[in-house]
């Protein structure tokens, strides 16, 4: 079974602070994805990147960047975290055979507060 | 950019009934696609339904597609409290869109 892992299931961080989230996909998948999911709002995609050092922007990138050094690892960084930016972190990862909009891996989630 | 929108919004019924969630979608798709959350974890992908495809089984679930009315149902059969979750579905016009999904609780 494909196992997408995010660092921390909860964290707490202060406004302005930088904020890095982690995850790690064990399938060599090419395709990884973060969202942010919000009461009413559904999931929103933030960035995605579908290589090595590829990234592209989802609906909602302003103040994220991510980083991807490896095939297995993508990292969602808050540059200056704000308490807007207090929500749920999802990252998920796909087989680039499928296509980008292929059966997504999910991993259980970071819950963010920033306070 | 909101492409499914499910329903009902929350949905509540008897341990044994079956369940019935409806999408809709605006533009054309090249799949549609239907996944569960537990809360508090991630989001669980449960089959997928090609354009071309109109009805799709995968034990107890039954999902159809009516690409010229824009709607896809997802039927659960004989329900059971470990089905009490979120259900999405996800368009794929390229990449994925996520609908913000129906809440389904399984009464004992």
């Known amino acids: 079974d494909v196992k997408v892992t995010q660092s921390s299931r909860y964290l707490v961080k202060r406004t302005g602070e930088k904020v890095f989230l982690e995850c790690v996909q064990d399938?060599?998948?090419?395709?990884m994805f973060w969202y942010r999911q919000d009461p009413g709002l559904g999931l929103r995609l933030i960035y995605f990147?579908?290589?090595?050092?590829?990234?592209e922007k989802g609906d909602i990138p302003e103040g994220y960047s991510v980083s991807r050094e490896k095939k297995e690892r993508f990292s969602l960084i808050l540059e200056s975290a704000s308490t807007n930016q207090t929500s749920m972190y999802l990252c998920?990862?796909?087989?680039?055979?499928?296509?980008?909009?292929?059966?997504?891996?999910f991993g259980d989630g970071t819950r963010l507060s920033i306070l | 950019s909101q492409q499914g929108e499910e329903d009902p919004q929350a949905l509540s019924i008897q341990e044994g009934e079956n369940a019935t969630m409806n999408c809709s979608y605006k533009t054309s798709i090249n799949n549609l696609q239907w996944y569960r959350q537990n809360s508090g974890r991630g989001l669980v992908h449960l089959i997928l339904?090609?354009?071309?495809?109109r009805e799709k089984h995968s034990g107890r679930l039954r999902v159809t597609l009516d690409t010229s009315k824009k709607s896809s149902s997802l039927l659960i059969t004989a329900s059971r409290a470990a089905d009490t979750a979120s259900y999405f579905c996800a368009t794929d016009d390229d990449k994925i869109i996520f609908g913000k999904g129906t809440r389904l609780h399984i009464l004992p």
């Open positions: 990147s579908y290589d090595v050092k590829m990234k």
């Open positions: 399938m060599d998948h090419e395709n």
């Open positions: 998920a990862s796909n087989d680039p055979g499928t296509g980008l909009g292929g059966p997504q891996h």
């Open positions: 339904i090609r354009s071309n495809e």
